[in-house]
């Protein structure tokens, strides 16, 4: 929770001051805006997933014989420093990269479409309801897009908790875990994944541009334009 206000607060300002540079409101430019945004994001990210993930296996599943090694979350970075160093941390971090670079171009992509197609203007009664179907198809698409890619960067973040290694990277990542499970190894959990997609992201962007609305709020609604325009502008 701690490292998610600090994304989000990453990715919507890298993401509005890119589109700036940029200088056009573009569906391009908001793809490379946001693609910009998930890569720097990345260095939070990783960590942060990595300790979520540690955190959820200790004593459970085949680890359930051994002893819960990590308090919190912040314990667990830590002592994985003190043995791995900045490459323990920073596991899974290529993959991860791969994963949010794409997802969050696609992420801002759809929510600039759906609000120009749904023409979210600060007066519509309808705009609340219509922000929240942006945002929440904003994140079913941006991890249909990339969510192999996450199975695998979940799998290596998990690799050596045992104290044995699995895999020796990527490629043999995706090799071992195709012969053993086939294809379906790479939707795995995707459906939960999914119905976690959308509430969350409907919330998250329905407020970020609510709340630059509101701010705005002393200029003339009819030049600020679309509601999507307000998040991009920051």
Not at 141 to 149: G, H, N, R
Request: glycine residues 10%; positive net charge.
């Amino acid at each position: 929770m701690m490292g998610l206000t600090f994304i989000n607060a990453l990715v919507f300002g890298v993401q509005g001051n890119t589109i700036r540079y940029l200088g056009k409101d573009t569906p391009l430019n908001q793809f490379l805006a946001g693609s910009a945004a998930g890569a720097i994001q990345c260095v939070i990210c990783c960590p942060m997933e990595l300790a979520k993930t540690r955190m959820q296996l200790q004593g459970t599943g085949e680890y359930k014989s051994k002893s819960k090694n990590y308090k919190n979350s912040l314990d667990c970075l830590v002592k994985i420093h003190r043995k791995e160093g900045l490459k323990g941390i920073n596991r899974g971090m290529v993959t991860t990269f791969l994963r949010e670079t794409p997802s969050f171009g696609f992420y801002f992509l759809t929510y600039d479409y759906l609000t120009r197609q749904l023409s979210c203007e600060f007066s519509d009664n309808y705009i609340i309801p219509k922000l929240l179907f942006a945002g929440g198809m904003s994140g079913i698409v941006s991890w249909l897009s990339t969510y192999p890619i996450d199975v695998i960067k979940s799998r290596l973040q998990a690799d050596g908790i045992g104290g044995v290694n699995q895999y020796s990277g990527i490629m043999d990542c995706v090799k071992k875990s195709y012969e053993i499970e086939g294809l379906k190894v790479f939707t795995r959990g995707l459906t939960s994944t999914l119905l976690r997609a959308f509430p969350v992201n409907a919330a998250t962007f329905a407020t970020v541009t609510l709340f630059l609305m509101y701010m705005r709020s002393e200029n003339p609604i009819a030049e600020t334009g679309p509601a999507l325009q307000q998040p991009t502008s920051m």
